[in-house]
């Protein structure tokens, strides 16, 4: 399967505990985002790399969240001291540096906070 | 900021019926406009993507949609619906200059026998 990749597919954790999730994208593609989507809603951005460098955050990303992607290739998203309102599934996408950027989307991780 | 809207949070239609899904976008500049659809416990998969080489797109499973500049809309329509089109519709747009997409709050679609 070459499609985008994320690990794992479901989490459950008590609230204040610090979750990490990893996204393996397409291996050409040097474009990688993180959304989160909560019940009902359409996907909302968190975050942008262009190979390493994280070049946008949305206002949407805490103090408690944090996204690396240390070569380049696949990313992490860290929650630090979880709450409740984190409940939602986490999704990665990736894409090309093409004009319209058309960007393919992982499965999704979802998150449970107890 | 851009916005996305999308009428109608819930569309029945009954198999062989017309599908139509609505998206409206906010912006004065068109930008680049997408459907996505996403069955239940997956991610979304791309049905057509709008980037102004045409106005009338076509993509998979024998979706399309319109790009109208003068109605800012971008509507999704498939002749005959089929009972595994029933899943959640979203609509994106992403400005130029910009790499996220900003995504409506989906339209799920059910399908009657």
């Known amino acids: 399967d070459t499609g985008v990749s994320q690990d794992p597919r479901h989490k459950i954790t008590k609230r204040g505990q610090n979750v990490t999730f990893r996204c393996d994208p397409i291996?050409?593609?040097?474009?990688l985002y993180w959304y989160r989507q909560t019940l009902g809603q359409g996907p909302e951005f968190l975050t942008y790399?262009?190979?390493?460098?994280?070049?946008?955050k949305s206002r949407l990303l805490s103090d408690r969240f944090s996204a690396e992607r240390p070569k380049g290739s696949f990313s992490t998203l860290e929650i630090q001291r979880t709450e409740q309102g984190d409940s939602a599934m986490y999704l990665c996408?990736?894409?090309?540096?093409?004009?319209?950027?058309?960007?393919?989307f992982g499965p999704g991780t979802r998150l449970t906070v107890l | 900021a851009q916005s996305v809207t999308q009428l109608g949070s819930h569309v029945s239609v009954s198999e062989g019926a017309l599908v139509l899904l609505r998206c409206n976008y906010s912006s004065s500049v068109p930008p680049y406009l997408f459907w996505y659809v996403q069955y239940p416990n997956q991610g979304l998969q791309l049905l057509l993507k709008?980037?102004?080489?045409?106005?009338l797109v076509k993509g998979i499973n024998g979706f399309e949609a319109e790009f109208k500049k003068s109605e800012t809309s971008f509507h999704l329509t498939k002749p005959s619906a089929h009972m595994s089109d029933a899943a959640e519709y979203f609509c994106a747009v992403r400005d130029t200059g910009r790499r996220a997409l900003t995504f409506g709050s989906g339209t799920r679609l059910q399908v009657q026998p």
């Open positions: 996408a990736s894409s090309l540096g093409e004009l319209t950027n058309e960007q393919f």
């Open positions: 291996s050409e593609h040097n474009r």
């Open positions: 790399f262009q190979n390493e460098a994280q070049l946008e």
């Open positions: 709008y980037t102004s080489a045409a106005t």
